[in-house]
């Protein structure tokens, strides 16, 4: 039985480097579905905050309480990273390593990851090396790594920033699947046309603080401060 992770929520919670804080101090409660797109402008803190409320990131200060006890909250999460990290093995291998480290039998494991590669249309690269993927490819083979063990909650930070717009397109597609499963997303975009067309909930971040946020209709259609209005006119915010 898998416990709920959600609500999940931040108190005064911050991260800081040799103490410069880099994302903080931040309260937010954030409930169980959908996605939630983080956005701000280049250094306002959104890998900063993904990383913290993933753990990644040391928690210097505050709190982030889960609805389920913390080292069970981390099994149920993935993190996509802006450029993927590959193994350096092939597409197959790739997605068979999360499952067998987690005790799936490597004939189970086969199986799942000849279906999720069929999923994200990788089926005929199977036995290619994951480093000679293009960029798109690498992008899907790390979604559909992080997916395959059915986490309740995915990271992703920027995961479309160098990719084309098919490529974007099928990851966008991947995405809405997931969440259509009920996997939880949290991911930043500096993509104002991505955040309108995935986003539930909106966290805008500024200067390391959430500045604005709300439900993505009535962010998108006037947010509060006028910082977010600007942001999503396209205006310079600093
Ligand atoms: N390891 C680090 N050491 C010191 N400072 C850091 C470190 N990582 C991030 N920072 C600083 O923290 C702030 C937030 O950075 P972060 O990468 O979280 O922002 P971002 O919104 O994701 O930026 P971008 O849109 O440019 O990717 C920046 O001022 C950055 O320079």
Same mark, same amino acid.
């Given at each position: 039985?898998?416990?709920?992770? %959600? ?10 480097? *040799? ?5 903080? /101090? =931040? &309260? ?10 983080? =956005?701000? /402008? ?6 900063? %905050? ?8 040391? !928690? ?6 889960? +609805? ?10 993935? %993190?996509? %990273? @802006? *450029? ?10 790739? #997605? ?10 490597? !004939? &189970? ?12 249309? #990788?089926?005929?690269? !199977? ?22 063990? &059915? /986490? ?10 160098? !990719?084309?717009? *098919? ?10 699947? +997931? ?21 539930? @909930? ?13 439900? +993505? ?22």
């Amino acid at each position: 039985m898998v416990s709920e992770l %959600f609500p999940v929520t931040m108190a005064g919670a911050r991260t800081s480097r *040799r103490g410069t804080v880099l994302v903080g /101090p =931040i &309260d937010l409660t954030l409930e169980g579905r959908g996605t939630c797109v983080v =956005i701000g /402008p280049n250094g306002s803190g959104k890998t900063s %905050f993904l990383r913290l409320l993933h753990g990644a990131a040391r !928690l210097t200060g505050g709190s982030i309480t889960w +609805a389920c006890p913390m080292q069970e909250a981390r099994r149920q999460q993935a %993190f996509v %990273f @802006q *450029r993927p990290v590959m193994l350096r093995r092939t597409v197959e291998q790739n #997605l068979i390593y999360p499952l067998v480290i987690h005790g799936t039998s490597r !004939l &189970d494991a086969r199986a799942r990851a000849r279906e999720w590669a069929e999923k994200v249309a #990788l089926d005929r690269m !199977l036995d290619r090396q994951a480093s000679i993927l293009s960029g798109g490819e690498q992008q899907k083979l790390a979604l559909a790594r992080a997916l395959i063990s &059915d /986490p309740r909650l995915v990271f992703l930070d920027e995961p479309c920033s160098s !990719l084309d717009g *098919r490529a974007t397109r099928e990851i966008e597609d991947i995405l809405q699947s +997931a969440k259509a499963r009920g996997t939880r997303l949290i991911m930043s975009t500096h993509d104002m046309g991505q955040a309108r067309r995935l986003a539930d @909930q909106v966290v805008f971040l500024l200067r390391g603080k959430v500045h604005d946020q709300g439900d +993505a209709p009535e962010f998108f259609d006037g947010p509060s401060t006028s910082q977010a209005r600007a942001f999503l006119k396209g205006d310079i915010v600093e």
